[in-house]
């Protein structure tokens, strides 16, 4: 089988929900005793958390790409970013190795489509929701997303880092985002999107008032598709 290289440690609650997903995923297809093979690079989150200026983002950009370099020197026949908000570097990451760098918003850009939305709403960090990089590729799939609301921003992004992030999962940050998926739909979304993986703590991807796509999930599936052959 082949192999897949995954950046984690942003944070680590994530890779340990992309371990998870794939290792399920792959022994859902192989049999009880498989597993999946994984190389993975754990990064220091604190050094990676919160990123604002230019510079801060062109050193993430060499720490991500170093590590990439790395887990392909290793054995990795593609490669993972285990953050959304990384993918914000996705080009540099992907130019700096030979083998593929498998994009998370593709991956959920081609699930929404093959599902005939044409309108969803996106929640995540700051970084991921102001950001053009789902944007862009939804665009290209003749998908509209919905544009952020300051508001919801600011929700959310204080939710994953002041609680999720610390594996802090509260009612009151569920009622919270319940209260906002209901807006989303009043709004025309026809589904949202996560794009964080610890928003999987506080909303129930399958039952809710919108059709959730959650992104680690779709992300995940698509790396044991690989490492599957498919």
Not at 175 to 186: G, M, P
Not at 187 to 208: H, I, K, P, R
Request: proline share 2%; with cysteine.
């Amino acid at each position: 089988m082949r192999k897949i290289g995954l950046i984690g440690g942003m944070s680590w609650l994530s890779t340990r929900t992309y371990y998870e997903h794939i290792n399920r995923l792959v022994q859902a297809r192989r049999g009880n005793g498989a597993s999946a093979p994984l190389l993975i690079e754990s990064l220091d989150f604190s050094e990676l958390v919160r990123l604002s200026s230019a510079e801060d983002w062109a050193r993430a950009a060499e720490i991500l790409a170093a590590s990439a370099q790395r887990l392909e020197v290793a054995g990795a026949t593609a490669i993972l970013i285990g953050a959304n908000s990384m993918h914000k570097v996705y080009d540099q990451v992907a130019s700096a190795v030979s083998v593929p760098v498998i994009h998370i918003a593709e991956c959920v850009g081609d699930r929404v489509k093959v599902d005939g939305r044409k309108k969803v709403a996106l929640l995540g960090t700051r970084n991921v929701m102001l950001e053009s990089f789902y944007r862009q590729r939804f665009i290209a799939r003749n998908i509209e997303l919905l544009p952020p609301e300051m508001a919801f921003v600011d929700t959310v992004d204080r939710i994953i880092y002041d609680e999720l992030l610390l594996g802090k999962a509260t009612r009151q940050a569920e009622r919270e985002l319940k209260t906002i998926i209901t807006n989303l739909e009043q709004d025309g979304a026809e589904a949202v999107v996560l794009g964080c993986t610890e928003l999987e703590m506080v909303v129930d991807v399958d039952a809710n008032v919108l059709p959730i796509y959650g992104c680690t999930r779709i992300h995940a599936e698509a790396a044991a598709e690989w490492i599957l052959g498919g």
